[in-house]
């Protein structure tokens, strides 16, 4: 059996690269969004964030990636940086995992992915955003079509993981929506809505495959 599912996953890396792992379970292969390396939490992480921040609101053309990971935030310095975003031009990368992201900040990132069209990656893993907040997030994607990575798991309320069965399943069925994302994470506890989003994400890079070599 594990002969075939390699076979199979072999199949699949040649398709998709590395967009996609196989789930090695006895009793099925199951498609999911590659799990990149986790965050490192004890990693001290100098930036400048003030310093930063300004580069970003002065659309400095030198600042293409903005790694604020491992820096605890206030809600105001988290506003400030989604604000900056909302005109800026030169950043495609944004990473704020374990920045202390919470509810209150995910309407400035809702403002910022509706209007920003050169962010291609967000990361906001280990957060502290609830699930009814995780869904607003995916749901304003429907308009997005530079995004192509985005990284939500291991959001934490109250010690526990933030999103139910009804959470997910409204992730997957607001993801149907958007056709750029070609990554996406999130701690799925729910069979059903991960399949779906698996499928969704497979025809992105679908898409995506198409446009590269010219057919769509």
Same mark, same amino acid.
């Given at each position: ?43 001290? %992480? $100098?930036?400048?964030? #003030?310093?930063?921040? !300004?580069?970003? &609101? ?5 600042? +293409? ?78 308009? %997005? $079509?530079?995004?192509? #990575?985005?990284?939500? !798991?291991?959001? &934490? ?5 933030? +999103? ?53």
């Amino acid at each position: 059996v594990r002969d075939i599912i390699l076979s199979i996953s072999s199949g699949i890396n040649a398709e998709y690269g590395d967009h996609f792992f196989v789930n090695m379970e006895p009793s099925s292969v199951v498609l999911a969004a590659k799990v990149e390396q986790e965050v490192d939490m004890t990693e001290v %992480n $100098e930036i400048e964030v #003030e310093e930063t921040v !300004a580069q970003i &609101k002065n659309n400095d053309s030198s600042l +293409t990636t903005c790694c604020f990971n491992n820096v605890q935030m206030d809600t105001e310095m988290v506003d400030s940086i989604t604000s900056a975003m909302v005109r800026n031009t030169s950043v495609t990368k944004l990473e704020m995992c374990n920045c202390g992201v919470v509810d209150a900040n995910i309407e400035g990132f809702i403002t910022m992915l509706r209007s920003n069209k050169t962010l291609t990656s967000l990361s906001l893993e280990t957060n502290k955003i609830a699930g009814k907040f995780l869904v607003e997030l995916i749901k304003c994607l429907d308009t %997005n $079509e530079t995004i192509k #990575e985005l990284r939500i !798991a291991n959001q &934490k309320c109250l010690q526990y993981y933030s +999103t139910g069965v009804g959470d997910e399943m409204a992730i997957a069925k607001a993801l149907d929506k958007n056709s750029s994302l070609c990554k996406f994470s999130l701690n799925w506890k729910n069979g059903g809505s991960r399949n779906t989003a698996d499928r969704i994400i497979m025809r992105n890079n679908d898409l995506a495959r198409k446009k590269r070599r010219g057919l769509a």
